[in-house]
C-alpha cells in the first residue's frame, strides 16, 4: 500500500506562493559598502594646519610617557577639545601593566575613565622599534592585553565604543625588522585574547633629502613608492589576521622634478586605503628622523605655503574643500 503524504492545508498553500511571489519582486539585501576612512592628522604645528587644511576628522596625538592625570589635562585635548575621533598612545613599560601591586595600574583606569568614549588608545606605539633593552615582545603582548581588558571594563561601566590599537612599523609588516609583525600581534591562540585594531606608521623613505639637490622636505623622486605598494604589507597582514587597520602616521616628502607628485600619492593612498576598507588614513605633519614630512612644502622647491598642493590635497579628502 501507498505511503500517503499529508495534504497541506490550504493556509500553507496560499502563504507558499505570497513567498514565492515575493521571492521574485523583492531583489537580495546588497551588500553594504564598508564606510570610507576617517582622515585625520598628527602635527608639531596645530595651529598651522588648522589654519591651512581645516578639522580633521580623526586626530593622532601620544604621550612619551605618562604624562596626564585626565585627558583633559593632555596637549591632544586642549589644542582639539571637540575633536570628532581620536587615536591616542601613552607609553607605559608593559612589565608594570602586568604588576597587580603598581599604582599604575588604577592612575591608568582614571586616565582611560576619562578619555572619550569612541577614542582609541594604545600603550608604547612602534614597540618593535623600542624595545630593545626595556621589554621582549611576549611582555609587550601580555601587556598589551590587560590594557585591552582595562578600556573594555571602562566601555562596560560607561557604554562607550573605546578601542586599542597596536602601532607598528612599515618595515616590521615587510619582514625586514628584528622581530616579524606577529611577535607584537596577541592572538586568541597563543596569548588568549586580542586587541581591536591593527596600524602602521607608513613612510615612503626618501632617496636624498636635506641634500644639495633637496632641502628639507624634498626628495628627488628616485624610488618613489606608490600607494599601492607602500601599503600593500600592511593589508596583506591585517587580512590574514582578519582585523580592522588604520594608518596612524603617513609621510611623503615633495618631489623636486613633479610638483604634484605627493599630492597625487596621498590621494592614490587614501583611494587604497577605502577600497581596502581602512578604519583612517592621519598624515604626520611634522618632522621625523629620516625626512621632514609637512604638508606646507611648495614651489618653488625651498618654499612653503599655507595652499601648497598637498595640503589643498589633504584638505579636500578631509572634506573641508
Same mark, same amino acid.
Given at each position: 500500500m501507498p505511503t500517503l503524504r499529508p495534504r497541506r492545508t490550504l493556509t500553507a498553500f496560499v502563504a507558499a506562493a505570497l513567498a514565492a511571489v515575493v521571492a521574485l519582486l523583492v531583489p537580495p539585501a546588497a551588500t553594504a559598502a564598508a564606510p570610507p576612512p576617517l582622515i585625520g592628522a598628527h602635527s608639531l604645528d596645530y595651529a598651522w594646519l588648522d589654519a591651512a587644511v581645516g578639522p580633521m576628522q580623526i586626530y593622532r596625538d601620544f604621550d612619551t610617557g605618562f604624562s596626564y592625570p585626565t585627558w583633559q589635562d593632555t %596637549?591632544?585635548? %586642549?589644542? /582639539?577639545?571637540?575633536?570628532?575621533?581620536?587615536?591616542?598612545?601613552?607609553? $607605559? *613599560?608593559p612589565q608594570r601593566l602586568l604588576d597587580?601591586?603598581?599604582? $599604575?595600574?588604577?592612575?591608568?583606569?582614571? +586616565? $582611560?575613565a576619562s578619555t572619550p568614549k569612541n577614542i582609541i588608545l594604545t600603550n608604547y606605539h612602534e614597540p618593535d622599534f623600542k624595545s630593545p633593552g626595556k621589554f621582549t615582545p611576549e611582555q609587550f603582548r601580555a601587556g598589551i592585553l590587560r590594557f585591552a581588558d582595562m578600556v573594555r571594563a571602562q566601555n562596560l561601566a560607561d557604554g562607550g565604543t573605546r578601542r586599542t590599537s597596536v602601532i607598528l612599523m612599515d618595515v616590521t609588516f615587510q619582514g625586514a625588522w628584528t622581530w616579524p609583525a606577529s611577535d607584537w600581534w596577541p592572538t586568541d591562540a597563543r596569548d588568549g585574547g586580542h586587541v581591536d585594531l591593527i596600524a602602521g606608521d607608513i613612510y615612503a623613505l626618501p632617496h636624498n633629502t636635506n641634500t644639495a639637490?633637496? !632641502?628639507?622636505?624634498?626628495?628627488?623622486? $628616485?624610488?618613489? *613608492?606608490?600607494? !599601492?605598494? *607602500?601599503l600593500s604589507f600592511l593589508i596583506k597582514f591585517a587580512?590574514?589576521?582578519?582585523?580592522?587597520?588604520a594608518v596612524a602616521e603617513l609621510g611623503y616628502l615633495e618631489d623636486i622634478y613633479d610638483p604634484g607628485h605627493k599630492a597625487q600619492t596621498i590621494r592614490d593612498?587614501?583611494?587604497?586605503? &577605502?577600497?581596502?576598507?581602512?578604519? /583612517?588614513?592621519?598624515? +604626520?605633519?611634522?618632522?621625523?628622523?629620516?625626512?621632514?614630512?609637512?604638508?606646507r612644502y611648495s614651489t618653488p622647491v625651498g &618654499?612653503?605655503?599655507? &595652499?601648497?598642493q598637498?595640503?589643498?590635497?589633504?584638505k579636500a579628502l578631509a572634506g573641508n574643500g
Open positions: %596637549k591632544a585635548y %586642549k589644542a /582639539h577639545p571637540n575633536a570628532p575621533a581620536n587615536h591616542y598612545s601613552v607609553t $607605559i *613599560l597587580p601591586a603598581d599604582p $599604575i595600574n588604577a592612575q591608568l583606569q582614571t +586616565f $582611560i639637490c633637496c !632641502p628639507v622636505g624634498y626628495t628627488d623622486g $628616485i624610488k618613489w *613608492l606608490k600607494a !599601492p605598494y *607602500l587580512q590574514t589576521n582578519q582585523t580592522p587597520w593612498v587614501v583611494a587604497v586605503a &577605502t577600497a581596502n576598507g581602512a578604519d /583612517h588614513v592621519s598624515y +604626520f605633519d611634522a618632522p621625523g628622523k629620516r625626512g621632514n614630512w609637512r604638508l &618654499t612653503t605655503s599655507m &595652499t601648497s598637498a595640503a589643498l590635497a589633504w
